[in-house]
């Protein structure tokens, strides 16, 4: 081999090795474009901790789960706007199906001095004496579903998705307390008193009497 066919023959060895190392380096390069199109593809549907998985094998759409997340926040807004000062400044409106089918309420009093508790069940619109004491508990309105609009406050379905009682406290037929208590957020309850602490106890559909 002559001089000048070996200088092709290395030139042609260099070209062929600096052409791989560029395919080489294109193909790392779609690799890496690909990887993260992926990741960007999972962080779009990454849901945050805590929340549910989207279809959760019992046929539960994601429609159906943003729904239910829905009316928790609606109910929470509810409660939120609700003054807790013991004032019912806005008119209470009840629908007549939630007339017809809550009758009664089960209620967990409280007694702060005595250090006692007991579970009650009182009928809507009814009073019930306190044993052994000049105190009454009235239960005013219960709505299954506590929503406060413009100019008044009703139910805005006939389920217990935020249920609430307005109640009232009598001693020797006067009024000393009044106000709402919530079942899920307590924290806004209007109802206060330093003695007889009232709360409602969590309710279900099959809970109406």
């Known amino acids: 081999m002559t001089k000048y066919g070996m200088v092709v023959m290395v030139f042609v060895l260099l070209w062929s090795f600096v052409g791989c190392s560029k395919q080489e380096e294109?193909?790392?390069?779609?690799?890496?474009?690909?990887?993260?199109?992926?990741?960007?593809?999972?962080?779009?549907?990454?849901?945050?901790?805590?929340?549910?998985?989207?279809?959760?094998?019992?046929?539960?759409?994601?429609?159906?789960?943003?729904?239910?997340?829905?009316?928790?926040?609606?109910?929470?807004?509810?409660?939120?706007?609700?003054?807790?000062?013991?004032?019912?400044?806005?008119?209470?409106?009840?629908?007549?199906?939630?007339?017809?089918?809550?009758?009664?309420?089960?209620?967990?009093?409280?007694?702060?001095?005595?250090?006692?508790?007991?579970?009650?069940?009182?009928?809507?619109?009814?009073?019930?004496?306190?044993?052994?004491?000049?105190?009454a508990i009235k239960v005013k309105v219960f709505l299954p579903y506590y929503t406060m609009y413009d100019t008044y406050i009703s139910s805005k379905s006939n389920e217990p998705v935020n249920p609430a009682v307005l109640v009232e406290l009598l001693e020797g037929g006067k009024s000393v307390a009044n106000g709402w208590v919530f079942a899920n957020f307590t924290a806004f309850n209007s109802y206060k008193h330093s003695r007889y602490e009232i709360t409602l106890p969590p309710i279900s559909s099959k809970s109406s009497k």
Request: glycine fraction near 10%.
């Open 26 to 135: 294109k193909e790392k390069v779609g690799q890496i474009e690909e990887k993260k199109e992926v990741m960007a593809g999972k962080e779009e549907v990454k849901l945050p901790e805590g929340h549910p998985a989207i279809g959760d094998g019992k046929g539960t759409s994601a429609e159906d789960i943003g729904q239910k997340q829905i009316s928790v926040e609606e109910a929470r807004k509810a409660a939120v706007s609700h003054p807790t000062n013991g004032e019912v400044k806005r008119e209470v409106r009840v629908p007549d199906e939630v007339k017809a089918r809550w009758k009664s309420v089960s209620l967990k009093v409280k007694d702060k001095e005595k250090n006692s508790e007991e579970t009650v069940s009182i009928s809507v619109g009814k009073e019930m004496p306190i044993k052994g004491t000049n105190f």
